[in-house]
């Protein structure tokens, strides 16, 4: 298990959805001699290959100041305006320049040869440009297809960072306590050789993505463990905002799926949500009945499935419709057809789903978080943005326009000195006695983790939830830090360790916050709810 390998360069980026990949080809192209590693076997992994709706720019009777109301207003008065009005005025260009221009992504066109601008919820306008349905996949292959022509840039897959080199922290030099505490690179789990590397670094960017994967119901793909937060957590940066965490109202429920997201636009053409037993129920919740707001009809699946002891409930099209279902939503025809679901003539199951985390790495504008020569872009990062709910097809925008300017700021800052001796930095030491890892425990710690996180943490929050949630969820890490500790370690016990980390740093968060706001419900039964323990 011991390596002495070490790799070295200017900057080191972990990620390579829309916010790596945008901040490596920047940085490459100021210069800089760039690593950007992937934990998964090949680059597109990601969040940012599921994206389906789009990415915003300007529409036609848009301007920078409708887009900031809008965002202001989802993020429910806790937005940061600076990081917003950045957003609103840098982001279209940015889309021009780097994603039309460098990387040319095909977003589809009206008959007019114009661009065609999607409208979705709680835009005021229509300013989203997509690539049909598959933006995401649209975005990662002209990025990575860019990064790869870049002789400036080294491309490390199956390449998991376990955590991030600090000093004094990982020094042996006794003086370097004196010193301001700074990253100088990751020590990086070579998934192949079955190794810990190092990688030494001017500069780190994490850019490793959202968290999705900690709560037992979620939209977003295996690689979104949390491993981000929990990194910057270790290192001591400031984390702000994550007890927000957005919910997708519905995805399909089959042990098939993997969090297949049902569109929204199915309610908008007619679809009704029912019980298992066909009752529609959205009427009891909401005047607006099955057009309610996301978050309205999140909670209301979600108190349905808990009164009656439900897995999941039905979204009907079939009953319901007049449009030609096929036509419309040709993707979610096929995948549930796949899946033995035939849409035309029986409802769909489906099931709440984690999605997003509006907080995380606190940033400033430039994305330098609290720790120096640590920068953090995209989901993994809190810019204030999203404050606590995030606009719809904002994030991928956020991801691109952060990359950027992150790039550009370790340009403007590059010395090139390094504030230590490389003998003073310790190779990486594994156990004496390394213990094989059996799988039936990872899998069953996994099932504890994202079950306390879906019923305690989750939807509806209450404080004897959290208590509960909190408790167990420590019990987990202390049991799960001593076995990996001892453990010979593989890309599942090391998504583990990050996935309980990351779990607890929310319920925390959430504990913390007795006010209802945004994705952030808490229902506070008497006073002593009320009470924060110092
Ligand atoms: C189904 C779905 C639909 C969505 N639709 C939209 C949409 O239409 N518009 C929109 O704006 N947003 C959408 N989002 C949200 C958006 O896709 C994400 O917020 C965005 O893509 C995040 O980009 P990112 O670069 O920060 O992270 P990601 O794209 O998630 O990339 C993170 C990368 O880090 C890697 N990584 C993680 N941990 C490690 C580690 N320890 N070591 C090395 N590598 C690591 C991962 O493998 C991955 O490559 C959607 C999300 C989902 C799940």
């Not at 190794?195 to 979104?224: D, Q, W």
Request: aromatic share 8%; proline share 4%; with cysteine.
């Amino acid at each position: 298990m011991k390596s002495n390998k070490k790799h070295y360069c200017d900057v080191l980026v972990i990620g390579s959805g829309i916010a790596g990949l945008t901040t490596a080809i920047t940085a490459s192209e100021h210069g800089f001699d760039v690593i950007l590693i992937n934990k998964e076997a090949s680059l597109e992994k990601s969040n940012t290959q599921y994206a389906q709706g789009g990415i915003v720019s300007q529409g036609h009777d848009d301007s920078p100041q409708l887009l900031i109301e809008d965002i202001m207003e989802a993020g429910d008065g806790i937005s940061n305006l600076e990081a917003v009005t950045i957003l609103a005025s840098e982001g279209p260009s940015l889309v021009e320049d780097v994603l039309i221009k460098k990387s040319g992504i095909p977003f589809s066109r009206a008959e007019t040869g114009d661009f065609e601008y999607a409208r979705e919820a709680s835009h005021s306008r229509r300013r989203i440009l997509h690539c049909m349905d598959t933006t995401g996949k649209a975005i990662e292959k002209g990025l990575i297809d860019k990064a790869q022509k870049s002789k400036q840039i080294r491309l490390f897959t199956n390449s998991t960072a376990v955590d991030l080199l600090t000093i004094p922290h990982h020094s042996t030099n006794p003086l370097s306590l004196y010193r301001e505490p700074q990253c100088i690179g990751a020590y990086v789990f070579n998934n192949g050789e079955e190794k810990v590397e190092m990688i030494f670094s001017s500069y780190t960017v994490l850019a490793t993505g959202g968290l999705g994967r900690i709560y037992l119901h979620t939209t977003n793909p295996p690689c979104a463990t949390g491993d981000g937060f929990a990194m910057a957590y270790r290192a001591g940066a400031r984390l702000i905002n994550m007890e927000y965490i957005q919910f997708h109202p519905t995805s399909l429920f089959h042990k098939d799926a993997d969090g297949f997201l049902i569109s929204e636009a199915m309610r908008g053409e007619g679809a009704r949500l029912t019980t298992k037993d066909n009752v529609p129920f959205m009427d009891g919740y909401s005047p607006q009945g099955d057009l309610a707001p996301r978050d309205e009809v999140t909670r209301a699946i979600y108190e349905e499935m808990i009164k009656r002891g439900d897995a999941y409930v039905y979204l009907d099209i079939a009953s319901y419709t007049t449009i030609d279902i096929k036509k419309r939503f040709p993707t979610i025809y096929e995948k549930c057809l796949s899946l033995g679901i035939d849409i035309l003539e029986e409802p769909i199951p489906v099931v709440p789903s984690a999605h997003y985390s509006c907080g995380g790495v606190q940033v400033d504008t430039w994305g330098r978080t609290s720790l120096k020569n640590l920068y953090a872009v995209g989901e993994v990062s809190a810019t204030g943005i999203h404050g606590a709910n995030r606009l719809a097809s904002t994030s991928l925008l956020e991801g691109l326009v952060w990359g950027v300017r992150a790039s550009k700021d370790i340009a403007a800052h590059f010395d090139g000195e390094k504030p230590y001796k490389e003998s003073e930095i310790p190779s990486w030491q594994p156990p004496e006695k390394e213990e094989e890892v059996d799988p039936a425990l990872v899998q069953q710690d996994w099932l504890s983790i994202t079950s306390t996180m879906w019923n305690y943490v989750g939807i509806i929050r209450t404080v004897k939830r959290l208590e509960r949630g909190t408790a167990d969820l420590r019990y987990l890490k202390n049991r799960i830090d001593d076995f990996y500790r001892k453990a010979h370690l593989t890309p599942m016990v090391l998504n583990l360790r990050s996935g309980i980390q990351t779990a607890l740093i929310v319920a925390d968060a959430a504990f913390s916050n007795r006010s209802s706001r945004g994705t952030h419900y808490i229902q506070i039964s008497n006073r002593s709810d009320q009470r924060i323990e110092p």
